[in-house]
């Protein structure tokens, strides 16, 4: 069964500056995708990134970027100039790459991100 | 575009009482999923529909079951409540197997007292 780790429950930034929020996870599993899920007070998730294994190269969207370290199954989340909005809870997600019976996320549990104004 | 609508947003029932809580899907799409987030935790995988059937099921016991119609909403319910079943009850909808990722409704809060 696929794990998925978030070591840091809580963590705080400064208005404008970057943070990184990490990730890990095991697998035997050769392919899969990853994801960052942001959850607001609102309490509806919404997906902010998403990682194939087999890509080398690493997602972006914005100011949102992924550090994939496929051998070292991790897989942090930067967020560069950090905005008031971005203060949420963050999840990160497993998913196989088979169909059917294996199509459910697996999520951590999750890091709380401040934003100091 | 409607996204995920849940209903109710918010329900309080009493132990070993029985609830139905109601999803209607992305328009375009056609499996839904349901998860439990209990507070200050991720979500847990309760199970998933496709074409009316369950497809998948996660490590929840057998007074979980649920329901997707045809026209691809769906119903979890949940008999003789427990209060440890208090929690945050998500919803989320997908086209087919949900390789570009899923979308969530903001979820029916039980309170079980």
């Known amino acids: 069964a696929q794990t998925v780790t978030q070591s840091q429950p809580e963590m705080s930034v400064q208005e404008a500056e970057t943070v990184t929020l990490s990730c890990t996870y095991d697998t035997s599993e050769s392919d899969y995708y990853l994801f960052w899920y942001k959850q607001p007070p609102s309490r509806q998730m919404i997906l902010v990134i998403r990682q194939e294994a087999y890509k080398q190269q690493n997602a972006t969207e914005n100011r949102f970027s992924v550090n994939f370290q496929k051998a070292a199954k991790s897989f942090s989340l930067k967020i560069s100039d950090s905005q008031l909005g971005d203060a949420a809870m963050y999840f990160c997600a497993y998913r196989s790459v088979f169909t059917g019976a294996n199509s459910k996320l697996t999520f951590g549990k999750g890091i709380t991100l401040s934003v100091r104004p | 575009d409607a996204g995920v609508t849940q209903s109710p947003t918010h329900l309080i029932k009493t132990r070993g009482q029985q609830v139905t809580l109601r999803c209607s899907p992305k328009s375009g799409h056609d499996t839904v999923s349901w998860y439990q987030q209990a507070l200050g935790q991720g979500p847990q995988f309760i199970f998933q529909y496709y074409e009316e059937e369950e497809r998948q099921r996660g490590n929840f016991p057998d007074r979980f079951s649920g329901h997707q119609f045809p026209n691809y909403s769906s119903e979890l319910n949940v008999n003789a409540l427990l209060l440890g079943d208090s929690a945050l009850y998500l919803c989320?909808?997908?086209?087919?197997?949900?390789?570009?990722?899923?979308?969530f409704g903001s979820g029916t809060r039980l309170t079980v007292v």
């Open positions: 989320a909808s997908s086209r087919g197997q949900g390789y570009d990722g899923y979308t």
